[in-house]
């Protein structure tokens, strides 16, 4: 019992940047200095668990070969899978519902509508892009032809994504409607994805400083937000051309407004709307 009250020493400056340099090194992501007390507080409940007392013995379990890469796959999901919503940001779905609409209604759309959810975390970004296309096609009378890859680093957010099970919390951005089509109540306090959505998702793990050798093929939607916040500037810049090279001609890459505001691409395009920050792929002529 005194083990599970026993107070850590504060997390010297050398280590905090030997564990700033290992996260960014395998991950890309970069702890500013404010975040030295997230990354103390879980590394200190994590050793709690484990038995271990001491800083630099957690860094050596966490480098052990296979057994750290275990372990690291736990503390990466504690540091950066952030708890999350349906329709987070609801006018960037309605921009990619108004998208599909339009195309629809113009038989724009020759084969299936592919969409990407680049840092997926525990699902509900995917779930809500397939809603918005289950809907538009549903509106149409169409059969569904669509899919949706969602990528993460984290096995663990992974994991609970395939499951498709989520508290009442975490759906209270829908609408009644949303509610009732796509869920189903497990009980009084968590509600289950319907099947036939969760079938038109892969979910897969990613490593966003990987992505040119990621098996993806090309997106008419892209979704990457609150995910650049976490990589330095010249980082971002160079993911957001790689996730350019993903898009078809016409495809449109979906930011976090103000993830990028320096960055610019002579394939693409900014959208013309202050509620999102979008780029749409230019057309070869």
């Known amino acids: 019992m005194a083990w599970s009250f026993k107070t850590f020493e504060i997390l010297p400056e050398q280590q905090f940047l030997q564990w700033g340099k290992l996260l960014e090194e395998r991950t890309g992501i970069q702890l500013a200095p404010q975040q030295k007390i997230l990354l103390q507080t879980q590394m200190s409940i994590r050793m709690r668990e484990l038995g271990i007392e001491k800083y630099d013995e957690y860094f050596e379990h966490v480098t052990d070969g296979a057994r750290g890469l275990v372990e690291w796959q736990v503390l990466v999901d504690r540091l950066v899978v952030k708890e999350t919503s349906f329709f987070r940001h609801r006018p960037s779905l309605e921009f990619v519902r108004q998208l599909l609409q339009n195309r629809i209604s113009r038989k724009e759309l020759s084969e299936s509508f592919e969409v990407w959810s680049v840092g997926c975390a525990t699902g509900e970004e995917p779930y809500s892009l397939a809603m918005v296309a289950n809907d538009c096609f549903e509106l149409a009378a169409m059969r569904p032809y ?15 994504a395939r499951k498709g099970i989520y508290t009442e919390r975490r759906l209270a951005l829908l609408t009644q409607d949303e509610h009732d089509r796509y869920f189903s109540p497990v009980d009084e306090y968590h509600f289950r994805i319907i099947d036939k959505l969760k079938q ?5 793990q990613g490593n966003i400083l990987n992505l040119s050798v990621m098996p993806v093929s090309k997106m008419d939607i892209i979704f990457c937000q609150n995910v650049l916040v976490y990589f330095r500037r010249w980082r971002r810049k160079e993911i957001l051309n790689q996730l350019v090279k993903r898009l078809k001609p016409g495809g449109v890459l979906v930011i976090g407004l103000g993830e990028a505001t320096d960055w610019q691409c002579n394939d693409v395009q900014r959208i013309a709307n202050e509620e999102i920050q979008a780029y749409v792929r230019c057309v070869a002529t």
């Open 200 to 204: 038109r998702i892969c979910f897969a």
């Open 146 to 160: 669509y899919g949706v890859t969602a990528t993460d680093v984290s096995l663990p957010a992974l994991a609970t």
